[in-house]
């Protein structure tokens, strides 16, 4: 129950994050939603770690530089 609620309040923050005097960027809304699951015992950090994919990161990485170079 806490991870769901913590995933509702990861997307309402990027949401709104945008609305106010507070300007949140989207890097700290998940760090904030990754450390709340870590520090709560949503998944260990063990599991945290073998759950990263290499392959999704290197092609997000690609695109970003091919974006950027647009």
């Known amino acids: 129950m806490i991870s769901l609620l913590v995933l509702l309040i ?3 923050l990027v ?3 945008q ?9 700290h ?3 904030f939603g990754a450390m709340t699951c870590l520090l709560t015992s949503q998944i260990t950090p063990i599991d945290a770690l073998k759950s990263i994919n290499l ?3 290197l092609f997000l990485f690609g ?3 091919i974006g950027v170079g647009l």
Do not use: C, N
């Open 10 to 12: 990861v997307f309402l």
């Open 63 to 65: 695109m970003f530089v």
């Open 55 to 57: 392959d999704v990161i």
């Open 29 to 31: 809304i998940m760090t």
């Open 15 to 17: 949401a709104v994050r």
């Open 19 to 27: 609305i106010g005097k507070l300007k949140l960027e989207i890097w």
